[in-house]
């Protein structure tokens, strides 16, 4: 079996059907599904993305599902409490987003665009009573995050219990061959492999893909946490925050986020390994990001601004420069939430513990630190905030 094919993949569920029916050339339906719970797809969402065009490529349909049913649960996998509810307005626009976004990495046209509202907006409670008898209490909370929050006394709805089969029935609504997802989708998608034998069908394989490390090379991508890169980043953005990886995911991001041959990103760590200079080859990595979803004009204009602005020490231009009209003197824990940079004091401190934040150029050492009026307030390496300019115009 080619390894370019399941380049970034972590486990196969089934790996030898998978060969057996890739030998045979037996073409195969492929789904993918994600909940359109925010309107931002980033480069952790690509991972299985990326893997889903390939096997495209290769001739078999791929299924790009989209939960905006499921979305109205949402997935539980991970969390250690229940997701909020979006309205359906919410979910419909974050849907239109989704579809322009994965049009960077799948042909759209090609690909199978469904939606499990198909399925579940019809569904009578006689068939909800019928689909439930197919799974039992015990096998949905082996799942560990949901017998975690049962130990911790923390709430669990019922309607959270329904969201593993939920998934799998997508599987048999689809006539799914393969699913694909990341390794926080394992348990939902071994319950498409026992839902669809209980049903007469041949049980999907699964393949899990590679979590992505987020930008602080810590937890895995996440926009709640800050250290994601959007696919809707402007060029520059998405170019100075691949420079703030950390040095060891160099090697990963090449693998997982690009198309360079696995080959030459061996020969690239080696070269790490021995001494190469690692902002070097995070500059190519980040022009190279950039150039896959913005083309390559864009990619060098992001990557000379960087190096113009930050590797010459030059300030940043006026028009990277955003304003702050709020009440001063203020701290920056309140910019920051204002802001919509973070959500929580927590946030704040591990900005401040990484060295993250600076005013006037000097780094910012206390998390309750106060800015006044024509203070200039830098997070990470290209987001900047003047203090009081916006107010100062509306006086006039």
Aim: aromatic residues 6%; charged residues 30%; glycine residues 8%.
């Amino acid at each position: 079996m080619n390894d370019d094919l399941l380049r970034g993949y972590t486990d196969i569920i089934g790996r030898d059907e998978l060969e057996a029916a890739i030998k045979d050339g037996r073409k195969l339906r492929v789904k993918f599904g994600v909940d359109p719970t925010r309107p931002d797809i980033h480069l952790g969402h690509t991972v299985p993305l990326r893997i889903l065009r390939r096997f495209q490529a290769a001739g078999h349909t791929v299924i790009f599902l989209i939960g905006d049913y499921t979305t109205r649960i949402g997935d539980p996998s991970g969390r250690s409490k229940m997701r909020p509810m979006l309205t359906e307005e919410e979910i419909e626009n974050n849907v239109q987003t989704y579809l322009e976004q994965v049009g960077k990495v799948l042909d759209i046209e090609q690909a199978e665009i469904r939606r499990n509202s198909e399925w579940y907006s019809g569904l009578t409670f006689a068939e909800l009573l019928r689909l439930t008898s197919r799974a039992s209490v015990a096998q949905i909370i082996e799942r560990e995050d949901f017998r975690n929050r049962l130990e911790s006394g923390t709430e669990l709805a019922l309607h959270e219990l329904l969201y593993p089969l939920m998934q799998a029935y997508d599987s048999v609504m689809l006539e799914a061959d393969v699913e694909l997802g990341g390794t926080d989708q394992l348990f939902n998608m071994n319950a498409g492999r026992a839902l669809q034998k209980k049903m007469g069908q041949k049980p999907q394989i699964v393949i899990t893909a590679d979590l992505l490390v987020g930008t602080d090379g810590i937890k895995k991508m996440s926009k709640s946490l800050d250290n994601y890169v959007a696919l809707t980043h402007a060029p520059a953005d998405m170019f100075g925050r691949l420079m703030r990886l950390p040095d060891g995911l160099i090697g990963p991001y090449y693998k997982l986020c690009t198309d360079v041959p696995l080959s030459t990103i061996e020969e690239l760590v080696r070269s790490l390994g021995a001494g190469a200079n690692p902002r070097d080859a995070k500059a190519s990595l980040a022009r190279e990001i950039v150039r896959l979803y913005h083309g390559e004009e864009a990619a060098v204009a992001a990557h000379n601004e960087w190096f113009a602005t930050f590797s010459e020490k030059k300030g940043p231009s006026e028009d990277q420069i955003e304003t702050y009209a709020g009440k001063l003197p203020v701290s920056i824990y309140d910019v920051l939430m204002d802001t919509g940079v973070v959500i929580s004091r927590g946030e704040v401190r591990r900005l401040v513990i990484q060295k993250g934040l600076r005013a006037n150029g000097e780094v910012i050492e206390n998390d309750s630190a106060m800015l006044e009026a024509g203070d200039l307030l830098q997070v990470g390496k290209h987001r900047f905030w003047r203090m009081g300019e916006i107010s100062k115009k509306k006086s006039k």
